[in-house]
């Protein structure tokens, strides 16, 4: 093998014939090379001359790289020969390679695990003392070494002042003071005391200065004069009374009893309407023109709800934070005013006899009134303002549900007070309530865009609907049939959904044409079910078929004031009229239609 890789002449006078080899091998010849190589072993001894490697010598390459064998010996200066070139950081003791980690572009780089804790308390014993631990040597300091000797290396968590020292701190501080003396001495200084060194330079260099200026006049001691003000009068501060307990009615009819003795609750016999008959059981017309306007409140109508059944007296709840109670046949009067909250009304809700009903605002309270004689008979509150309220219609009506601001449905028991159950899995305030199935279960709405329908007394949703392309639903009503609940979406339409197990929401029934965006406007059905009614934001009432969703009918009910200033945000139709419909807006008027 070494004669193949070397260039010899032949003795004989033709040249070998390549092909001759038994094993038939193309003998490749190696690419030149240059023969001059720096010897290391003149450079150690500083002679720079170039040797020539021994052609024999360059015979011995191995031809194939990856090889393990040797083809040839190797003598002994050679084997014994140290390992020549740079040392490969990627081979072990043995000689076996180890794979290569490179983490980072320079090589193979480790994380250091320390806690933020440590780090934190290192960091500000180096600011504060000057000093740190060396995380590289264990027991060792860097920064100040004669801070870390006195302090004896501990960090400014394990450094704590001694008994003595706190004692001499407490010691300086200066005497609160008299809670009852607002100015003088003794003044009440309460946590704001300082301590006795504090600008204790500062006012003897001042006092200093004093009397060298006045040194050629006579000085006067100023003391202080302490001044002899009576505290203020709680009616001169920014407080006011709490009127959450102080309830109070007042009755505006023209006489509290007829010439039987009986008062507005009793239904009216003499009208040319049977208001004692089943709801629904009549066709309903759309209104035309306006009957009457109720003239009483001083800002929006927030709530607008017919006594259950008969439908002869109209209650309203306005921002002016009063309810009032209005006569809706006869002379149309303001019959009662309800007087007890201090902040606008939110809702309003009839008992199912309608001898009391319930009111919340937004002063955090809801109370039970008595329709008859306007007396507050229980307050409920659990520190949430209520944006919904709703009585329980079946089991006596003894209970009710509330829709609260921190996103929980609560419920109430009128005769213990009690808070008897929580509904908690809403992500906003609740917008609307709604009894469903026979009173045995309701659905909630809430500002997370969501749908939730519940058990009564079981806080867990049996149902939840929460679509991308849904929007807040602010505002229901059961239809008559009890299949059906409509929502007003804040998308500028009416959506309605099944009431029955499924819940799910009737694509084919969307009523639209009505601006409603940015407002929390109402919508009503009417008793037959065949019509439903919305507000607007310009101050309209719109009606639609129900079964076909074709808007029928669109008339001005608001004020005149500019786009917005006569929104209609309430409408409720009679329950026994045929075509009466109560509207009430922005502009405080509640306006009742034929």
Request: hydrophobic residues 30%; contains cysteine; charged residues 25%.
């Amino acid at each position: 093998m070494p004669l193949l890789a070397q260039e010899y002449e032949s003795s004989g006078d033709e040249a070998p014939n390549k092909s001759q080899n038994g094993s038939g091998l193309n003998v490749k010849a190696a690419p030149e090379v240059s023969l001059e190589v720096e010897s290391a072993a003149f450079e150690s001894s500083n002679q720079m001359a170039n040797t020539l490697q021994d052609p024999a010598q360059m015979a011995l390459t191995i031809p194939d790289a990856k090889s393990t064998a040797l083809t040839y010996n190797v003598a002994y200066e050679d084997l014994a020969r140290p390992t020549q070139g740079p040392e490969n950081p990627f081979t072990t003791v043995n000689g076996n390679s180890r794979k290569r980690k490179a983490n980072v572009l320079t090589g193979d780089a480790h994380e250091t695990v320390i806690s933020d804790v440590t780090f934190n308390a290192q960091q500000r014993t180096y600011q504060s003392r000057g000093y740190a631990q060396d995380p590289t040597i264990p027991g060792a300091f860097v920064g100040n070494q004669g801070a870390a000797a006195l302090y004896q290396g501990k960090d400014v968590i394990q450094v704590r002042p001694t008994k003595e020292a706190s004692s001499a701190i407490r010691a300086r501080r200066l005497d609160a003071g008299d809670p009852s003396k607002v100015e003088g001495p003794g003044a009440y200084r309460g946590p704001w005391a300082g301590y006795k060194t504090d600008g204790q330079e500062y006012e003897e260099e001042a006092a200093a200065a004093e009397r060298e200026l006045a040194s050629d006049e006579e000085w006067v001691d100023e003391t202080f004069v302490p001044s002899n003000m009576s505290a203020p009068e709680k009616a001169s501060t920014a407080y006011t009374e709490d009127t959450s307990n102080a309830e109070s009615t007042t009755f505006h009819g023209s006489s509290e009893v007829d010439y039987q003795g009986r008062t507005y609750m009793h239904i009216p016999q003499d009208l040319d309407v049977d208001l004692k008959k089943e709801p629904g059981t009549f066709s309903n017309y759309i209104p035309k023109k306006l009957v009457h306007s109720y003239k009483s409140h001083t800002k929006p109508i927030n709530v607008l709800r017919f006594i259950p059944n008969s439908g002869h007296l109209l209650l309203s709840g306005s921002a002016d934070s009063t309810i009032k109670l209005w006569d809706a046949h006869h002379e149309r009067e303001l019959l009662r005013t309800f007087s007890g909250h201090s902040k606008a009304i939110t809702d309003c809700d009839f008992h199912s006899s309608g001898k009391t009903f319930l009111s919340s605002s937004y002063d955090r309270y809801i109370k039970q009134w008595d329709t008859e004689y306007g007396k507050c008979i229980s307050r409920f509150s659990t520190g949430k303002t209520p944006h919904c309220i709703r009585f329980q219609p079946a089991e006596g009506g003894h209970e009710f549900i509330a829709g609260m601001s921190d996103k929980k449905i609560v419920q109430f028991d009128t005769r213990s007070g009690e808070l008897t159950q929580e509904y908690d899995h809403h992500l906003g305030p609740i917008n609307s309530l709604t009894f469903v199935d026979q009173n045995r279960r309701f659905i909630s709405t809430s500002d997370d865009k969501s749908l939730r329908a519940w058990e009564y007394n079981i806080p867990v949703p049996i149902k939840f609907i929460a679509d991308p392309s849904l929007y807040a639903l602010v505002r229901s009503s059961l239809h008559p049939s009890g299949k059906y609940v409509a929502f007003q979406s804040s998308d500028n339409q009416i959506v309605v959904y099944a009431a029955g197990d499924k819940f799910r929401q009737n694509r084919k029934k969307a009523f639209r044409g009505h601006n409603t965006a940015g407002y929390a406007i109402d919508l009503a059905i009417s008793p037959d079910g065949q019509f439903i009614a919305s507000g607007d934001s310009g101050g309209f009432v719109c009606f639609w078929d129900w079964k076909t969703g074709k808007m029928y009918h669109k008339f001005l009910a608001g004020g005149k004031d500019g786009p917005g200033a006569g929104a209609v945000t309430c409408v409720q139709w009679h329950p026994q009229e045929s075509s009466k419909v109560a509207t009430g807006g922005l502009d405080g008027v509640i306006r009742y239609w034929d």
